[in-house]
């Protein structure tokens, strides 16, 4: 059933949006897609923000409390990753962290097998890939709406 409801998520982002635009845009992408998300999930499914550790090394380091403003920026700029979960399962579906992974300079990429696009289920760690979720549901919500929606 999981594999079913993700195919149908991954086709309608599918429709909007590229691998290449998907990187580096968790939070927008996640936020658009989590009423389609809802509705496909049958409302079993949350946003998350969080930290994503590979091999031991933090990727993503998320700290509520620490937002930072680059010099005439505006801006939040805080390092997070954010992706959508089932919280009856844990059933991660992230749509973005290949995406981003594979466009970041000087990140060995080699360890994600070609085509991988998306990971769901337990398919992150099994590449060893860890989400460990700081923020999720409601509170999640609530700090991508005080910090990044204007």
């Not at 700290?63 to 801006?75: F, M, T």
Request: one cysteine or more; charged letters at 25%.
């Amino acid at each position: 059933m999981r594999n079913m409801q993700k195919a149908q998520l991954v086709n309608a982002v599918s429709q909007v949006w590229t691998p290449d635009q998907l990187a580096g845009q968790c939070i927008a992408v996640n936020m658009k897609c989590l009423d389609t998300a809802k509705n496909i999930f049958e409302g079993d499914i949350e946003l998350v923000l969080g930290r994503v550790i590979i091999s031991e090394d933090e990727i993503f380091s998320f700290e509520p409390d620490v937002v930072r403003h680059h010099h005439g920026d505006d801006r939040p700029r805080v390092n997070v990753h954010c992706w959508l979960r089932c919280p009856s399962d844990e059933f991660i579906i992230d749509l973005t962290l290949v995406p981003t992974l594979r466009d970041k300079n000087g990140f060995d990429d080699s360890f994600i097998p070609e085509g991988y696009v998306f990971l769901s289920g337990r398919s992150g760690e099994q590449l060893g890939i860890s989400h460990v979720a700081v923020l999720s549901g409601q509170a999640a919500y609530d700090y991508v709406h005080a910090h990044f929606v204007r």
